[in-house]
Nanobody, 115 residues
Framework: QVHVVERGGGFVQAGGSLRLSCTAS????????MNWYRQAPGKERDLVAS???????NYLDSVKGRFTISRNNARNMVFLQMDSLKSEDSAVYYC?????????WGKGTPVTVSL
């Protein structure tokens, strides 16, 4: 059974930093692309950052240069370092992976950035 668990959300002032972590179990972690999504109230869930098995990364344009996704295959973990946070980054952040046509999601961790 696949389990995805996020940690690290919280409250931070604008300009501050947070580091999110995600642990995924029940999969051969090292071969899977890992993704971070976010969803603000009343808005759609957006893909924020993605890291492939070879370490290549992709980012939402609005977070480029501020967020960094990384992975530790030995620990089955993926991280999202968020710097220079803005109020518009406030959302629930979800870790995601998939196997075939099945998506696996964590329950999310909330991030609130105050002005």
């Amino acid at each position: 059974q696949v389990h995805v668990v996020e940690r690290g959300g919280g409250f931070v002032q604008a300009g501050g930093s947070l580091r999110l972590s995600c642990t995924a179990s029940g999969i051969n972690f090292k071969i899977h692309r890992m993704n971070w999504y976010r969803q603000a109230p009343g808005k759609e869930r957006d893909l924020v950052a993605s890291i492939a098995s070879d370490g290549s990364t992709n980012y939402l344009d609005s977070v480029k240069g501020r967020f960094t996704i990384s992975r530790n295959n030995a620990r089955n973990m993926v991280f999202l370092q968020m710097d220079s946070l803005k109020s518009e980054d406030s959302a629930v952040y979800y870790c995601n992976t998939n196997r075939g046509n099945t998506d696996f999601w964590g329950k999310g961790t909330p991030v609130t950035v105050s002005l």
